[in-house]
């Protein structure tokens, strides 16, 4: 291993933008995880409900959210992955530059690997919010005849 000052100094700035992709990545699986809390909050209180009470309402709608929640694990799976990509590719290159190893291709090969788990984490968030956003609506839309149907 023979670094010189200056090649670490240009894999340092090689590396700083996976680095922030990876910053990125992390603030994605906090809103995930942040979603998927808040999907089994309300798994959690339907399942009280529906202990007491079993309703077609409540059944479909710990249906909804059952889906939901496997969007999210998938979007939480395929984030993590890109992670962790993403740090190969940064390991890849000072291991790289360090030992002299050709790993350009498997670099490369990583970073689109990265890229594809990072499209499928975002695919899955965009699913599992208009799912979100339908299910609410369909929700005020029962609420809004109910209120409706009653004598004011």
Do not use: W
């Not at 200056?6 to 990876?22: E, T």
């Not at 291709?105 to 499209?119: C, N, R, Y």
């Amino acid at each position: 291993m023979n670094f010189q000052l200056g090649d670490i100094g240009q894999v340092i700035q090689l590396a700083i933008a996976p680095v922030f992709l990876l910053a990125g990545v992390s603030i994605l699986l906090i809103v995930l995880t942040n979603r998927l809390g808040r999907i089994i909050d309300q798994m959690r209180l339907l399942e009280d409900r529906a202990i007491k009470c079993v309703d077609a309402e409540c059944v479909a709608s710990l249906s909804g959210l059952h889906r939901r929640s496997n969007l999210i694990n998938i979007a939480i799976a395929a984030s993590t992955l890109c992670g962790l990509l993403v740090c190969l590719v940064i390991a890849m290159l000072f291991l790289g530059d360090a030992t002299g190893l050709p790993l350009v291709h498997l670099i490369a090969a990583s970073f689109i690997g990265a890229m594809l788990a990072l499209t499928t984490g975002f695919i899955c968030l965009m699913r599992e919010v208009s799912m979100s956003y339908r299910l609410m609506r369909e929700q005020q839309l029962v609420a809004m005849a109910m209120c409706a149907g009653r004598p004011a």
